[in-house]
């Protein structure tokens, strides 16, 4: 009835599907390195940034303590430039121990000694155009349209619902009488010997079989594993469609996001 066939054909997409699942974990991991490395430019750009306000502040208390010196204010009046310059140091040794943290988590996601801060770009490479609707749009439709059912996420859900059809295709033929066929062929060699002289005999035997197995009840186990494997299919099914949806409005609002950050540095420029 082909349960063999089937077997083997779920055996084939089982391996199908975990070389996808180590390719999405593969691209995964790739992302988040990547992810990881903007943030550490951005966190050295945070870094610089604080060094620079707290050059402000300094500059503002020295001008104050100026002024305190030829007697131009009262030494109540700095009390705020202190203030502030406590509070860039201290704005500042945050960011600084934010960016070492993100060095070692980086070093550990990649498995390499912790990077060196003279190594970290000190600005992200932009385009010199940020109009990206153009560019977002037919990206978007040909995602919404085939591409993500090209994705691994996707081939891995739909592997899952061709499983579940040879579940189902095997248990349905559970009950039905099993027919199997064997061939044999043998030969051997008889030696006898006695005073005056050596026989031997060679004896062939072929034989012919046929089996039939009819296992008529089995506890209602069949209807079980058919139950079981249809929920798995429509378990399956679901889960892909779903992932489809959520797929194409992440991919929407992403395109979104980056049209306002788009506007936001034509705006910055």
């Known amino acids: 009835w082909g349960t063999y066939k089937a077997q083997v054909d779920s055996a084939k997409i089982g ?10 974990a593969y691209r995964l991991l790739a992302l988040s390195i990547r992810s990881q490395f903007i943030g550490l430019i951005l966190k050295k750009k945070y870094l610089r940034n604080a060094e620079f306000a707290l050059k402000l502040t300094q500059a503002d208390l020295q001008l104050e303590e100026e002024k305190l010196r030829n007697g131009m204010i009262s030494t ?7 203030m502030a310059v406590s ?9 600084r121990l934010d960016l070492d943290q993100a060095r070692h988590l980086f070093s550990r996601l990649t498995g390499t000694e912790m990077i060196e801060e003279s190594l970290i770009p000190d600005d992200l490479m932009l385009a010199d155009r940020y109009d990206s609707a153009p560019l977002i749009q037919p990206m978007l439709a040909k995602f919404a349209g085939d591409g993500v059912k090209h994705t691994f996420q996707a081939q891995i859900y739909g592997g899952y619902v061709r499983q579940a059809d040879l579940y189902l295709k095997v248990a349905k033929y559970r009950l039905y009488p099993k027919f199997s066929l064997s061939a044999a ?19 062939k035997t072929k034989s012919v079989n046929i089996i039939a197995v ?3 009840f089995d506890g209602f186990a069949a209807k079980s594993a058919k139950l079981s494997a249809l929920t798995s299919k429509r378990t399956a099914e679901r889960q892909l469609e779903n992932y489809l949806q959520i797929s194409v409005d992440q991919a929407r609002d992403l395109g979104q996001a980056l049209n306002l950050a788009s506007r936001a540095m034509q705006l910055a420029d």
Request: aromatic share 6%.
């Open 15 to 24: 391996v199908l599907i975990a070389e996808k699942n180590y390719a999405e």
């Open 214 to 216: 009819w296992s008529l």
């Open 87 to 95: 509070d860039a140091q201290l704005g500042r040794d945050r960011v």
């Open 185 to 203: 062929l043998s030969q051997q060699s008889v030696t006898s010997a006695a005073e005056n002289y050596v026989a031997q005999v060679a004896v």
């Open 76 to 82: 109540g009046s700095l009390m705020g430039p202190r």
